[in-house]
Nanobody, 125 residues
Framework: QVQLQESGPGLVKPSQTLSLTCTVSGGSITTNYYYWSWIRQPPGKGLEWMGAIDYRGSTYYSPSLRSRTSISRDTSKNQFTLQLNSVTPEDTAVYYC?????????????????WGQGTQVTVSS
């Protein structure tokens, strides 16, 4: 059973960098053909795919967030990390990490077989 767990600060000040880590257990992030995504859901809105890193370490980003987003991984810890720069209150959301066999800017829940529980991040001074 694969498990994903997000961790990071729940409160970030405007203009700062948000950093979140997803720790994976029960499976390796280097296992062939899996993609590891960051997805967020602002209050009252739908799911937004932010980006992903694949089993080889290649990264993919949403065009709307590409300039502010960086995703990396630590294979020794079986973790992957999201950094979102220059945050504003509009970045307030529940942030999820999830696994899939492909990436698409449109999030279809059934295409992700494992999700983290989500972590609330609020951007406020």
């Amino acid at each position: 059973q694969v498990q994903l767990q997000e961790s990071g600060p729940g409160l970030v000040k405007p203009s700062q960098t948000l950093s979140l880590t997803c720790t994976v257990s029960g499976g390796s992030i280097t296992t062939n053909y899996y993609y590891w995504s960051w997805i967020r859901q602002p209050p009252g809105k739908g799911l937004e795919w932010m980006g992903a890193i694949d089993y080889r370490g290649s990264t993919y980003y949403s065009p709307s967030l590409r300039s502010r987003t960086s995703i990396s991984r630590d294979t020794s810890k079986n973790q992957f990390t999201l950094q979102l720069n220059s945050v504003t209150p509009e970045d307030t959301a529940v942030y999820y990490c999830a696994r899939s066999r492909a990436v698409d800017i449109v999030v279809v829940r059934k295409e992700y077989d494992y999700w983290g529980q989500g972590t609330q991040v609020t951007v406020s001074s």
